[in-house]
């Protein structure tokens, strides 16, 4: 069973607008991720954040994360038309050599 | 390039028939995983490895098997496909241990098609 479930399932935007999915989880997690997904390809590695932290930047990403209330956001700012991809939240649960679990995605279109 | 290879890109395949996908990574990485996308249902994890040697069980094994008796090549096997097994696969590793690094390398993915 999914362990991470994003929101929405899909979102569509304008070029230059803010873009931001969310995840919730169900279980104490060690740190909890974000990856992308262009169309045929394979899953890349976009951030992670630790159950620690609180929020984290890299680039034009922000994801922030919320431990009480089982949540994250990824937040992707001044979109552009390359951004469009699916996204996935990945989170390992507490333990060691803990396994990753994927959501089922959100499918971001930003329009030119 | 370093990475991770995985061979073949897509196959039609008769039901009842054996078919085992390659992945190879010269990443040195210890851990490799094995999942499965399907539309509505994001990435399952079948079966993974630890380390060469050692494989576990993940969470839709069933119809599957894997090996690891080296680092970089983790196989997996479908000893008789059935149609439900259609479905987009990919292979990714990741570093464990002292200096562990969590995020996962992905492969570019096998599309299987069991007729």
């Known amino acids: 069973s999914q362990q991470g479930e994003e929101d929405p399932q899909a979102l569509s935007i304008q070029e230059g607008e803010n873009a931001t999915m969310n995840c919730s989880y169900k279980?104490?997690?060690?740190?909890l991720q974000w990856y992308r997904q262009n169309s045929g390809r394979g899953l890349v590695h976009l951030i992670l954040?630790?159950?620690?932290?609180r929020e984290k930047h890299s680039g034009r990403l922000r994801v922030t994360l919320d431990t009480s209330k089982k949540s994250s956001s990824l937040l992707i700012t001044a979109s552009r038309a390359a951004d469009t991809a699916s996204y996935f939240c990945?989170?390992?649960?507490?333990?060691?050599?803990?396994?990753?679990?994927f959501g089922k995605g959100i499918t971001l279109s930003v329009r030119p | 390039i370093a990475g991770i290879t995985q061979a073949p890109t897509s196959q039609i395949l008769a039901a009842g028939r054996r078919m085992t996908l390659r992945c190879t990574q010269d990443m040195r990485h210890n851990a490799m995983y094995w999942y499965r996308q399907d539309l509505g249902l994001g990435l399952r994890l079948i079966h993974y490895s630890n380390t060469a040697g050692t494989t576990g069980k993940g969470e839709v094994p069933d119809g599957y098997s894997v090996s690891r008796a080296n680092t970089d090549d983790f196989p997996l096997t479908l000893a008789s496909a059935v149609p439900s097994q259609t479905s987009v696969y990919f292979c990714a590793s990741r570093i464990l241990g002292a200096v562990s690094n969590e995020k996962l390398f992905f492969g570019s993915g096998t599309q299987l098609s069991v007729l």
């Open positions: 954040i630790r159950s620690n932290e």
């Open positions: 279980t104490s997690i060690n740190n």
């Open positions: 990945a989170t390992a649960p507490t333990g060691a050599n803990s396994k990753l679990t």
